[in-house]
């Protein structure tokens, strides 16, 4: 097996989810408690991909959540080999957030892999994002989720995803 | 301009006191070429010259070492809260740590409060904008609520209006009922006169009798529980009965009266005889009413299944405007006399499409009335011998040819009293009750060949005392007759169903024939 490790942020608004995710995909665990995360948090995490015979270690950034990105910020995204994008289902408005630190990334560093989680599935009565628009978000980034950190919805085949998009995109030599 | 030497050497020392820093100096592959510094507080220990520091401080992967950068507030994995610094110097690198907790605690209060201010603002938006939504749907609410009350209130005014209407139509039957029973009673009422009266009585009666079938069928059809009861009959025989009937009132109005059948239309069809009977006796009744020269012709055509019946007059006929009302409840022509409940064109249309058929008006004022109908109907077989005989019109026959006995179950003295008239008459014996519980055991002691029985009677009521009578084992008819509404589960308890007022020489005739099947 090849081993490969790659540098991974995970971006978006403030209070969007993004260290409950990290935490749901790194330790299996939620908890419900919002702390707010003040500058960034590194965590690693190995995953075997199989199919591509590579072992994978996935070194993630969990950077503190903003609507837009300044140089503190871009100081912490250069090395990256892709990006998770995390918005808050029930707060619709925080896509409009992703998008600009989308645009911003893209003018910054190009193009990388990424996926976009719409989090917090699990609140349903208080979903915002009707499958149209999340179907127009899908064909926006290389994948999009509907996961839930509290429960663990996709959150693990989210990253999975991003792993394997970073793998080919290795492979391809770029 | 250089700051005094004691005040560097006590800056110097109170940072280096508050940030222990801790310093590598790494070569181009992120090896350790050296350090220096207290490293315990970082959680970066084992490190050994030559190491790939990549592997115990994961921050470093994909970070270049080429150029001077600065991280604030970095979480490593051993959970040490760190400035990172990376200080490129001719090939290789140092990487300097600084401890950052206290910042950190600092900083992290200060936005969590702003966030934890932040979200309560989204949040209040949120329900600033669920509770717009609210009130706005509760203005759509008050609208709709708003048309409601005035679509009730304009029901409600002609629903007065209807019964206004209906108290002067039930009010002339009825005076003229109640004064020609007074001058019957007279003593100096001649014998012609009496008969004169009791004519007039009984035709005001079977007025007010077709007035309370007209609102009954409105109600039935209003709550859909009208019924259709199809079966094979003669459809020429409807339309010879017809004009039997329609061909004198026209004659004595001057009108030629036409039947006209197409040979294509089947002798015999499968439908409801007595509701289309009702349909073209309204439809012809009004042509011969309303038409004061010319003439009225019925004609029917048969196709693909369809029957298409054609109600054609001369009369003054009905303007456009007119034509779009005729057929609303409680509505007339107004070219037309207001007499009548106003009912019958309405229940025409609702019992046609009851039928699955269709009725359409074609009219110009001046020059008469064209009303169609079109229903579905099945081509049958001649009626059977029993149909036959059970459409025979009743006559002298009527009377019992043996003796045998009835029970009848009724709490209205006059009721009673005028079916055990005719009863008696007819040679039958007789057992009567005014109650059900009576009447059950009676019937289970005596045995009689029939029961009559009313509906709403004291104890358990008409339709539980039949069931129960055939739960007793009692095996011969039980007629139901009854003011009451009796759905069809209700009407299957009897043999037979007649509503009150029942013309007396069929219920005669139907009791006749009742007990001598048996």
Known sequence: ?174 | MELPVPVVDYLQSNFLEETRPFCLLLDSDYRVVDSWGDNSWCGLTGIEPGSDMRETAPFLVGLPLTAVQRFEFIETVGRAIVHAHLVPDRGSCYVVLLDARLAHAAQQAKQQSVNEHRLLHARQRKFIARQRELISDLIETRSQLEHHRQDAERSSAEKSRFIASMSHEFRTPLASIINYAELAAAADTSANDVQKCVETISRSARHLTSLVEALLDDARLDAGQLELYEHDFDLYKVFDDLAGMMAPLAAEKGLAFATMVDPEVPDVVYADEMRLRQVLINLLGNAVKFTLEGSVEIAATYSAGRLQITVADTGPGISAVDQERVFGAFERGSAREKTGAGLGLTISLRLVKLMNGEVSLESVPGEGCRFCIVIPVAASVAPSALDTDMLAAPGADAMAQKPLSVLICDDDRDMVALIEHYLHRSGYGLITSSDTTEAIEKTLKYKPDLVLMDCNVPGIGGVAAARQLREEGFREPIVALTASNLDAEEQSAFTRFFRKPAPMQELLTEIKHLTHET
């Not at chain 1, 403030?14 to 948090?41: D, I, M, W």
């Not at chain 1, 090395?79 to 911003?104: N, P």
């Not at chain 1, 910054?108 to 149209?132: F, H, I, M, Q």
């Open chain 1, 1 to 174: 097996m090849t081993r490969l490790t790659s540098k991974v942020c995970v971006v978006g608004d403030f209070a969007v989810g993004k260290t409950s995710v990290v935490e749901r995909f790194v330790s299996n665990h939620f908890s419900a408690k919002y702390l707010s995360t003040v500058g960034v948090k590194i965590d690693t995490k190995e995953i075997e991909q199989s199919a591509l015979g590579v072992t994978h270690k996935l070194v993630v950034w969990d950077v503190a959540g903003s609507d837009r990105f300044g140089d503190k910020e871009f100081a912490y995204l250069r090395g990256a080999s892709g990006y998770i994008f995390v918005a808050d289902g029930t707060r619709a408005l925080t896509i409009e957030s992703v998008k600009t630190i989308q645009s911003q990334i893209g003018d910054k560093y190009g193009d990388a892999p990424s996926v976009l989680l719409l989090n917090k599935r699990d609140l349903t009565a208080e979903w915002e994002v009707n499958d149209e628009r999340f179907e127009s978000l899908q064909a926006s980034f290389n994948g999009a989720f509907k996961t839930s950190a509290k429960t663990g919805d996709e959150v693990e085949d989210a990253f999975k995803r991003l792993a394997q998009l970073i793998v080919e995109n290795e492979l391809r030599g770029k």
